[in-house]
């Protein structure tokens, strides 16, 4: 995946997350949608991952193409 679907995929997850924030559908369960929401910030984080490892690969010389998503216990447990 390049960087242009990445970003693409970034998009349309933001897009998903914020339809579910402004939703107040009252059928829709609070367990099923704070799960879906945590569902997309798990993937909102892998992807952000992905564009900084494709960077770094960048920055180092080496081929982006090489940067793989990590899994959800890997990239949650980063410390800023």
């Known amino acids: 995946m390049d960087a242009r679907n990445i970003q693409d ?3 349309a997850l ?6 579910l924030r402004a939703s107040t559908a009252p ?3 609070p ?3 704070r799960q879906e929401l ?3 910030q798990i993937q909102l984080d892998q992807c952000w991952d992905l564009l900084r490892q ?8 080496e081929n982006p193409d090489e940067a793989q998503v990590r899994p959800a216990s890997q990239v949650e447990n980063y410390r800023q």
Do not use: P
């Open 38 to 40: 945590e569902g997309l």
């Open 31 to 33: 367990a099923t949608r």
């Open 14 to 19: 933001v897009a998903r997350e914020q339809a």
């Open 27 to 29: 059928a829709q369960d």
């Open 54 to 61: 494709r960077q770094g690969k960048i920055d180092a010389g």
């Open 9 to 11: 995929e970034i998009r």
